[in-house]
Nanobody, 122 residues
Framework: QVQLVESGGGLVQAGGSLRLPCTAS?????MGWFRQAPGKEREFVAT????????DYADFVKGRFTISRDNAKNTVYLQMITLKPEDKAVYYC??????????????????WGQGTQVTISS
């Protein structure tokens, strides 16, 4: 069992930045970030493999969000810049223990964090 602890959420003005850390209690194959806005389905944001650091992003965050990892701390970061009101959501960290065919699908992840709220003021 892997436990994930997220932090870093909060209130920020449009155009501002936030960094969301997620610390895992053990090593996993892949880490991902998803988000869910009120009244909407959960959607994929970004993912990274622990080995090699290969990343992938949803189109709507490319150029604004960066996912990275710190192997020594077992921590993944989601750096968000140029935040928009539509980025408001609960952001969830997720961990996959094995390779899967679709790293952008939540079904490919085995463990989830509790979520951290990101609110953007216009």
């Amino acid at each position: 069992q892997v436990q994930l602890v997220e932090s870093g959420g909060g209130l920020v003005q449009a155009g501002g930045s936030l960094r969301l850390p997620c610390t895992a209690s053990g090593r996993t194959f892949r880490m991902g970030w998803f988000r869910q806005a009120p009244g909407k389905e959960r959607e994929f944001v970004a993912t990274i493999k622990w080995t090699g650091g290969i990343t992938d992003y949803a189109d709507f965050v490319k150029g604004r969000f960066t996912i990275s990892r710190d192997n020594a701390k077992n921590t993944v970061y989601l750096q968000m810049i140029t935040l928009k009101p539509e980025d408001k959501a609960v952001y969830y960290c997720a961990a996959a223990m094995r390779p899967n065919t679709n790293s952008a699908s939540g079904r490919g992840y085995d463990y989830w964090g509790q979520g951290t709220q990101v609110t953007i003021s216009s």
